[in-house]
């Protein structure tokens, strides 16, 4: 397994464990995604996912009705085999902001958007919110270069300013516009 | 064994950048055509026109880049681009902070600032992305010594 693979995977499970644990009533608690709930954050999650799948023709069927978990894990699962086989991993997806093979797409904006999303689930449900450190480094570094096209409606807000001493990790929030200390703000 | 058919995005770059340097030199823009999509869209933020704007298709691209250098450029006599800090490759194509400098006999050297993103497409120049910086500063450097640069070409 690719090093991308591996770090996609410890992202995944912890996006995973945080929709394992959500409590029913919990997925219409307002997310920090302006107008999105707690599920709408999920099924954008396994939306941009399946798109990568089906821009590479690997996608999968999913079951409407099924629930939020079933339908993450089966896409996710889907996503990683795709991420390990190595002809679909090379196949290429233009759009855009140019042409680019489906394994450094998955390594990077979709890995990056989980990443957030996993904080906006933990957050809004009362779970966990710390993120895989690595991972959220070398996010904020990638992000960075990329920070006047992933701005608009229905991408990421303003930044925010970071408090002094900030950690990696309420950087890397502030710069995806989520403000750390009061999240519902947004 | 599938071949790695991972698009080579610095690559496209430094042949599109230095076919673009060639062009400026030669005032030849042909040597850039095969270089652009068809549908490539231009973006020059910070400024207006001639200089900056909003171009589509690869005819109207290269008309607005001949005219942007005939209106802004041209006007001295040496014109040095260069990257600040190292480009990045990004997710599509490739990402630096740059400057240009302009250099004038008897006036002080100016400087336009900026940010450039280039997005490939089958290794053409899709998308180009710029935003300037510092536009005010430096047209208010040609509007003081307008007559000591040499005149606007149409």
Sequence with gaps: MSNTAQKYLRVSAGFTERVRHCAAERWTSPSPCLGWTAADVAEHVIEVHRAQLVAIGADIQTDPAESILHRW??????????????????KLITGPLGTVAFKQLAGSIVLHDLLVHTWDIAVVTDQCTELDNDAVSVALERMRPMSAFIR??????????????????????????????????? | MPTDATPNHMKSFLTYAAAFEVAYESDDWKVIDDLLTDNISWVVEGVDEPIGGVFFRRESVISAMRSS?????????????????????IPGGVYFPFTVTYQHPGLPDTSLRGLEWDFFVDGKLALHREIILNADEVLEFVRVHDDQLRPRKP
Excluded: Y
């Excluded at chain 1, 894990?73 to 090379?90: H, Q, S, Y």
């Excluded at chain 1, 229905?154 to 930044?159: A, I, N, Q, R, V």
């Excluded at chain 1, 950690?167 to 999240?183: A, K, N, T, Y």
């Excluded at chain 2, 209106?71 to 260069?82: H, I, Q, S, T």
């Design chain 1, 73 to 90: 894990t089966k896409t996710t699962d889907r996503f990683l085999a795709a991420m390990n086989d190595a002809e679909l991993a090379a």
């Design chain 2, 69 to 89: 250098c005939n209106a802004f450029d041209r006007r001295f006599d040496v014109r040095v681009p260069a990257a600040t800090e190292t480009p990045v490759v």
């Design chain 1, 152 to 186: 608009g409606p229905g991408m990421f807000g303003p930044e925010v300013t970071p408090p002094e001493h900030a950690d990696v990790q309420i950087q890397f929030l502030c710069f995806v516009g989520r403000s750390p200390h009061s999240p519902r703000s947004l």
